[in-house]
């Protein structure tokens, strides 16, 4: 029999103990016995209902569930009809979650990176692991034709970016996630020489604001923002493929959740 707790060690055994961090069991209880596993960024409420139709008990999230990076021991929405209803479910429904956030993001390479990497098809172009970013190499390709293979590979509909479409980008920086604040990206345009940086999200008025000064004064940068989900649920089905093969009794199921936002 494997327990929840099994699994938990299992995610977490070949790195040292993060302190504070924020991957917990927010519910259910350690020794239940795993019948199936849903692996998702986001555990919406269509998430866990899927789960439970696929008779999964156990779902690994990536994101905190309740609208905060820290759900906290206090409900941060107390008597609000959205957070209630979903505890309610989760609690009738038997479903345990695990956040699995911090721990991915310590392996070595990072595995939502890695999971992003590998939809892209740049494993071979990979030049070097920053803490917080990975370079690539490509073949000169212009801004406009990396969009398009972008949206292609990721199954994005819509991109956000700032610069020239026509410039030919080769050097190519990537941070995953909420790692597109100006402290973390800005310095990698000049230190190592990139064309082109691609991030997840960040504050509006930081990097993309220097990449508008730059290209004003003719320099060739760009900037393609893929949004947070966007960049970091390849990660997360790329867990769930691991996790299928360490466990082959139990079903695996990768749930994947639709971009939150709509062009209107």
């Not at 707790?5 to 917990?24: G, Y």
């Not at 370079?135 to 956000?160: A, N, Q, S």
């Not at 990139?194 to 220097?210: A, Q, R």
């Amino acid at each position: 029999m494997t327990n929840i707790q099994d699994i938990i060690d299992r995610l977490t055994a070949s790195l040292e103990p993060i302190p504070n961090s924020v991957d917990t069991l927010t519910f259910g209880t350690p020794g239940t016995e795993v019948k199936g596993i849903a692996v998702t960024f986001m555990a919406t409420q269509q998430v866990l209902e899927q789960s439970v139709q696929l008779g999964a008990n156990l779902v690994i999230t990536h994101e905190g569930i309740f609208y905060s990076h820290r759900d906290g021991t206090k409900p941060l929405y107390a008597d609000d009809v959205v957070y209630e209803s979903k505890k309610w479910y989760i609690e009738r429904m038997g479903v345990a979650v695990y956040r699995y956030h911090d721990y991915w993001h310590r392996f070595q390479p990072d595995g939502i990176m890695e999971g992003l990497i590998q939809s892209l098809g740049w494993q071979e172009h990979v030049t070097e692991n920053l803490p917080a970013a990975t370079l690539v190499t490509l073949p000169p390709m212009k801004l406009e034709h990396v969009i398009g293979d972008i949206k292609k590979k990721l199954g994005i509909r819509f991109l956000r970016a700032v610069g020239d479409l026509s410039l030919a980008c080769s050097r190519i920086g990537l941070l995953v996630g909420y790692r597109g604040a100006g402290e973390n990206v800005i310095p990698l345009f000049s230190k190592y020489n990139l064309d082109l940086i691609i991030y997840g999200e960040g504050p509006e008025w930081e990097t993309p604001e220097y990449v508008r000064d730059a290209v004003h004064a003719g320099k060739s940068n760009a900037l393609i923002v893929l949004g947070h989900m966007e960049s970091e649920q390849p990660g997360m089905r790329l867990l769930a493929d691991r996790l299928g093969k360490w466990y082959p009794a139990i079903p695996v199921h990768y749930l994947p959740v639709d971009s939150v936002f709509r062009l209107a």
